[in-house]
């Protein structure tokens, strides 16, 4: 995997952790959901299913 790659899928990451951080502060752990964190985080549901995403 080349630099960029791991790179952009570290920043991708974060973002999703960061939106899962800020629901949970906010609106507490029921309202934590895959289309709730991808929204936040602003990506579509079907990045979060990426395959290199999920490990």
């Known amino acids: 995997m080349s630099r960029n790659k ?4 570290q920043r991708v990451r974060q973002y999703f ?6 629901i949970l502060k ?3 752990l029921k309202a934590v959901n895959v289309r709730a964190v991808s929204e936040r985080a ?9 395959p290199d ?3």
Not at 6 to 9: K, L, T
Not at 17 to 22: K, P
Not at 42 to 50: E, I, K, L, V
């Open 53 to 55: 995403l999920v490990q």
């Open 6 to 9: 791991e790179i952009q899928e």
């Open 26 to 28: 906010g609106e507490g």
């Open 17 to 22: 952790i960061d939106a899962t951080r800020e």
């Open 42 to 50: 602003g990506y579509s549901f079907a990045t979060f299913r990426t």
